[in-house]
């Protein structure tokens, strides 16, 4: 005699309790990854957390970036210096021309990314556009600041005396916490125009455009380990930052008193440039000038000998 089993309406959640069916769809939070190298890998600590915008909306799955995970981003850094310094000026322009160009391309998905961290849409639309604006900026520059900043210099020897920019190195940069694109893309602009590569620590609280912009890096034909995006807490990761000793230059966008103090002192160890950006306003034309390439810049002067014939009536 056959038995008929009726499927029952009733469902088991996690403590045991029955419950009825929910119509509503759970949604799958997207896990941003890290950026370190052209790659997408996962924070090697398995660390994460879950950032929530002002209604209490959780955003994505954010990787807890850890000390490794800046170690493992600074040995990319350093690989992809000589390359990218070594490019002509306008290959350059070229790659930061052709990131915005990516940026226009997917503006939607920023506007949407950035209308969940809080902001409206006409601020967003804004923030997008003056970020794609300021890429083309620095594409316009690359080419252009040597010319303005270097100099034939007079000297009493016999000497033909001159002074060029060139590119200081690996910069770690802890990018402005208060916004998600427009700080981002501001200071890395500048640093990779000239001819440096970077680490840089995007924001804690609002994450999530800066791992879609290392989408946009990574099909603007950047070569890996140029730019390379952490996320995660900067009250954990500052001090690294800064006490690495294969870095070279450092920039940080806030004005915690303290961690300036400790950006000043551990700097002192390998005589680390430091520079300070906490008071700009990045929406405003202030934002932008070929002066924030110079800060990542050293200048180098090359004596080179010539013949005085000036006075001896020879000549060549």
């Known amino acids: 005699m056959e038995k008929t089993i009726k499927k029952s309406a009733l469902s088991i959640s996690e403590n045991g309790l029955e419950k009825k069916n929910s119509s509503k769809r759970l949604e799958v939070l997207k896990t941003y990854k890290i950026y370190i190298g052209g790659q997408f890998p996962r924070t090697e600590s398995g660390r994460y957390y879950m950032p929530a915008n002002a209604a209490g909306t959780k955003l994505a799955n954010i990787c807890l970036s850890s000390r490794k995970d800046f170690r493992d981003a600074v040995v990319a850094a350093r690989a992809a210096v000589s390359g990218w310094s070594g490019r002509a000026a306008f290959n350059r322009s070229q790659v930061l021309y052709r990131m915005a160009e990516m940026l226009e391309g997917r503006k939607a998905q920023f506007i949407q990314e950035l209308v969940l961290q809080d902001s409206t849409k006409a601020k967003a639309e804004k923030e997008v556009n003056l970020a794609i604006d300021r890429l083309i900026h ?18 009493a020897s016999s000497h033909f005396n001159f002074s060029v920019p060139e590119p200081t190195g690996v910069v770690s940069i802890i990018a402005p ?55 995660g807490k900067p009250a954990e990761l500052a001090s690294w930052f800064v006490d690495h000793m294969d870095v070279n230059a450092t920039i940080y966008c806030e004005n915690n008193s303290d961690r300036r103090k400790m950006i000043r002192e551990k700097s002192a160890t390998n005589l680390k440039r430091v520079i300070f950006y906490d008071k700009i306003n990045w929406y405003s ?15 180098k002067t090359t004596w080179h000998p010539v013949e005085n014939i000036a006075g001896a009536g020879g000549g060549y």
């Open 285 to 299: 034309d202030e934002g932008q000038s070929p002066y924030f390439i110079m800060d990542t810049q050293e200048i």
């Open 138 to 155: 620095y594409a316009g520059w690359c080419d252009k600041f040597q010319q303005l900043f270097s100099a034939v210099n007079p000297v």
């Open 177 to 231: 916490q208060g916004d998600s694109l427009l700080g981002l893309v501001s200071v890395i602009a500048p640093v990779i125009a000239g001819g440096n590569t970077c680490v840089v620590l995007a924001s804690e609280t609002k994450p999530l455009c800066s791992v879609t912009f290392a989408e946009v890096l990574n099909s603007s034909d950047l070569p890996g380990g140029v730019v390379n995006i952490l996320t």
